[in-house]
């Protein structure tokens, strides 16, 4: 797997701010923001190009996997991106896939469960023998326009900080994303060069809540099918999650359906995992975002580490969650990693130890 973030290139040094709750938002230099009321994001220094970042995570995952070029002939690209890039999302990403060797590709913009929607799906050609290997990419930059967009709708917190499932929250802040992640069937590790597996996708499940245009159910009962699916797909009861990499976008409704979600979903347990958003360290990165978050939720599983819930000012009844506010290690053979996006679409992803 490969990442771009407000961090910089790397898996390490998102992971290290993560665990360290060290934010990466910042002020915005990349475009003018003096109209606006928010004037802060988590994006990287200098001016970095989507096109030119994405063939870079693209083929450093494969790389990394040992998937040689000549190995891409047969494979597909599925690819998550923001809007309509010029040309069309189609367009867009088959020229990314051509521009890595790959047989063809698959475009991916329903919004922020976009790159989950696109792991699922290839999780699900892989698990029933459709095909070997599928490589997911997804990128967004954070731009003048969907700022502006996000700012007049009064979304963005004007604090400078996301405070999931805290009192005092007052709103999302976007980021940068930049992700690959090379996906294949069990035992394929030796066919692309020997490489050691990462984690295994032992689950996965999607909903629809069809509640409300950008509200979500308050009552999270749509997320909450999204992870029973997950979790029974996986064969994991919920006491055998170690971490959930929630949503929290820090929203004051979007937390509280999510909290209520994990309440219907877990039960007595959700009272016990521990649980964080890493949008507070990275920022809302839309159709890309989900894949950072995957990628970043691997790396605590194999780290032992426990990403911070940061921005945090006190509790709030309504999330009455184990949230993660002090560095710790833990044992993590599970863990579960949430994504909703407007119009009541939820996914969850389950992740293993490999």
């Not at 990466?24 to 970042?53: H, I």
């Not at 190995?71 to 051509?98: K, M, N, S, Y």
């Not at 032992?202 to 009962?221: E, L, N, T």
């Amino acid at each position: 797997m490969s990442v771009f973030s407000a961090f910089g290139a790397g898996v390490d040094a998102l992971l290290r701010a993560a665990v360290e709750g060290t934010s990466g938002f910042a002020p915005v230099e990349r475009f003018d923001v003096g109209a606006r009321r928010a004037k802060v994001a988590a994006v990287a220094p200098g001016s970095p190009e989507l096109v030119r970042e994405l063939i870079r995570a693209v083929n450093e995952a494969c790389d990394d996997a040992g998937l040689a070029r000549s190995a891409r002939a047969d494979c597909h690209l599925f690819l998550a991106v923001h809007g309509e890039p010029h040309g069309g999302a189609d367009a867009f990403a088959a020229g990314i896939a051509a521009a890595c060797g790959f047989a063809g590709a698959r475009a991916y913009t329903s919004a922020c469960v976009a790159a989950s929607t696109a792991v699922a799906d290839a999780a699900a050609l892989i698990a029933h023998g459709r095909v070997q290997r599928v490589v997911v990419g997804a990128g967004y930059l954070v731009d003048a326009d969907q700022y502006a967009l996000f700012d007049a709708g009064r979304a963005l917190a004007l604090d400078g900080r996301v405070r999931p499932f805290s009192s005092g929250r007052s709103g999302l802040l976007l980021g940068d994303a930049v992700g690959a992640l090379v996906l294949e069937a069990a035992g394929g590790a030796g066919a692309t060069g020997g490489a050691e597996p990462l984690a295994r996708i032992a689950g996965w499940g999607r909903s629809g809540d069809a509640y409300h245009v950008c509200k979500p159910r308050p009552d999270g009962h749509g997320l909450a099918r999204a992870i029973n699916d997950a979790l029974h797909r996986g064969g994991v009861e919920p006491a055998g999650l170690g971490y959930i990499n929630a949503h929290g976008s820090g929203t004051k409704q979007s937390d509280v359906a999510e909290s209520a979600a994990l309440r219907v979903s877990l039960g007595e347990a959700a009272a016990e995992i521990p649980v964080s958003s890493t949008k507070s360290i990275h920022g809302q990165a839309l159709e890309a975002g989900a894949l950072l978050e995957l990628i970043l939720t691997i790396a605590a599983l194999r780290a032992g580490r426990l990403p911070l819930n940061a921005g945090y000012l006190g509790p709030d009844a309504d999330c009455p969650l184990a949230l993660v506010l002090e560095p710790a290690a833990a044992r993590l053979d599970y863990a579960l990693t949430l994504n909703v996006a407007f119009g009541g679409a939820n996914t969850a992803l389950l992740v293993g130890a490999p």
